[in-house]
Nanobody
Framework: QVQLVESGGGLVQPGGSLRLSCAAS????????VRWYRQAPGKEREFVAG????????TYADFVKGRFTISTDSASDMVYLQMNSLIPEDTAVYYC?????????????WGQGTRVTVSS
């Protein structure tokens, strides 16, 4: 089992920045990918950014390219999402997601989410 706890959300003005953190604990080995998703009010959950556990390969949704950066600190079992140039459309609950390989089976874990509100 892996537990994920997000933090760092809050209220920020348009153009501002936030850094979200995701702390992984438990059986944190054989991790394939870590991703950030978000869900805005009344909308489906959507992919934001993803990386491998070493942080060497990253992918981003088009709507955050150039503004958000995903990173990991595998030694500390942490995942980060640096969000710059925030716009009101970035308002959502942000979730950390982790996929772990256990032989031929993969397991997927989610955190409880952290709320980000971009408003003046």
């Amino acid at each position: 089992q892996v537990q994920l706890v997000e933090s760092g959300g809050g209220l920020v003005q348009p153009g501002g920045s936030l850094r979200l953190s995701c702390a992984a604990s438990g059986r944190t080995f054989s991790i394939l990918t870590v991703r950030w998703y978000r869900q805005a009010p009344g909308k489906e959950r959507e992919f934001v950014a993803g990386t491998n556990w070493s942080g060497t390969t990253t992918t981003y949704a088009d709507f955050v390219k150039g503004r958000f950066t995903i990173s990991t600190d595998s030694a500390s079992d942490m995942v980060y999402l640096q969000m710059n140039s925030l716009i009101p459309e970035d308002t959502a609950v942000y979730y950390c997601n982790l996929v772990q390989s256990m032989g031929i089976t993969t397991f997927e874990y989610w955190g409880q989410g952290t709320r980000v509100t971009v408003s003046s």
